[in-house]
């Protein structure tokens, strides 16, 4: 296997939309594997997870139900896309020696979840007059943020139990507070009362080994790290001491909204039949995802609001109609409904998304 050039993904869709920092991330997790004349890459996932596969060189044989066929070679329009998410391939045989590009698809569609999420929050953030001269990081800011974001933290940490309709709200009900050095934000063997992210200045981590010797100081935080979670989630006490290195200011979330946003969302949800039953008495499919995707693989005679565009496109829906919002694995639809609903539309989620949803 190879490591892969960044510039591939400028090239691949949807992930040439991603952020750069999203991007760079991504293509230290990505190789390029190559595959013999003969072989079936779809049958070659030992990792049994639902995987996006790309052809990046040479040609493939796509085959469908019913004898079909047909040739995809790289470097084309078609081979942008990935081969697996046209859900009517059964079987693909490389013409050729190949090349191709896995990509875990649940890390993907977090990726793109996350970073139409942030866009969004750039758009609504522009729209508004800023009266305060001091900057402060937004809600974009924030998300677009690798460090304490970063793919890992989003899959396996506690924001992989973040539904992704209450990400932004999870900012708008946090609050800034100023803080000094020396201050003591939590104390090792406290009880669990708030999460927090540094908006300025840094911290040290320190925790009491031995009570007859110093405390050992375990790290230092600077600006846009977090800390606090671990004690809010399980329930636990405090097992270290926070202490302000320097003045600066910190982002905080109380523990009693910290446990209620990680709950999933209030919206409704229907699977793929009863889903057709209010298409076919007079509700609109509606696209979540990007224009690129859309084009390449929809659903007949849905309508496109990508997640990053839907509060500025809601104004073209009617309030007296049914909405029913899809994307491939459910995460981005279930925030654009969560926000079309919060707007007083009739939003309902396909459960699942397509990717499980029977057509």
């Known amino acids: 296997m190879a490591i892969i050039d960044q510039s591939l993904l400028d090239y691949l869709e ?3 939309k991603l952020s750069a920092g ?3 991330e991504l293509s230290a997790l990505c190789f ?3 595959v013999n004349k003969g072989t079936d890459p779809m049958r070659m996932n030992v990792v049994k997870a639902a995987q996006a596969i790309y052809l990046v060189k040479g040609d493939l044989e796509l085959r469908y139900d019913g004898n079909k066929k047909a040739i995809l070679h790289s470097g084309t329009q078609a081979s942008k896309h990935p081969i697996s998410s046209d859900t009517k391939v059964i079987e693909t045989i490389a013409m050729t020696d190949i090349e191709i590009l896995r990509i875990d698809m649940d890390l993907l569609d977090i990726m793109m979840t996350w970073d139409q999420l942030s866009n969004s929050a750039n758009l609504a953030k522009d729209a508004q007059v800023s009266t305060s001269e001091k900057p402060v990081r937004s809600t974009a800011d924030w998300m677009q943020d ?7 933290n989003l899959q396996n940490g506690v ?3 973040l539904p992704a309709a209450n990400v932004e709200e999870m900012f708008k009900r946090m609050t800034s507070i100023p803080v000094t050095a020396g201050q003591v934000i939590i104390q090792q063997g406290g009880v669990g009362d708030y999460y927090y992210l540094i908006q300025s200045g840094s911290a040290l981590v320190s925790r009491v080994v ?3 010797q110093p405390p050992v100081i375990l790290a230092e935080l600077n600006e846009g790290a977090a800390f606090g979670e671990e004690a809010l989630v399980s329930g ?3 097992n270290a001491t926070v202490t302000m290195k320097t003045d600066g200011e910190l982002l905080r979330l109380n523990k009693k909204d910290f446990v209620e946003l990680l709950k999933e969302p209030l919206i409704s949800q229907i699977n793929m039949t009863e889903a057709k039953a209010k298409i076919a008495s007079g509700a609109i499919w509606v696209d979540v995802r990007l224009p690129s995707e859309y084009i390449h693989d929809r659903i007949k005679q849905a309508i496109n609001i990508p997640l990053n565009e839907v509060r500025q496109l809601a104004s073209a829906l009617d309030k007296n109609k049914e909405y029913i919002l899809y994307c491939q694995t459910g995460r981005r639809s279930s925030a654009a409904t969560f926000v079309l609903v919060q707007g007083g539309f009739k939003a309902i989620l396909l459960k699942g998304g397509t990717r499980t949803a029977v057509n």
């Open 14 to 16: 949807p992930i040439a």
């Open 22 to 24: 999203r991007k760079k």
């Open 32 to 34: 390029i594997e190559k």
């Open 146 to 152: 690798t460090d304490v974001f970063s793919a890992f």
């Open 159 to 161: 924001f992989s139990r």
């Open 210 to 212: 031995d009570v007859s």
């Open 236 to 238: 636990i006490k405090r």
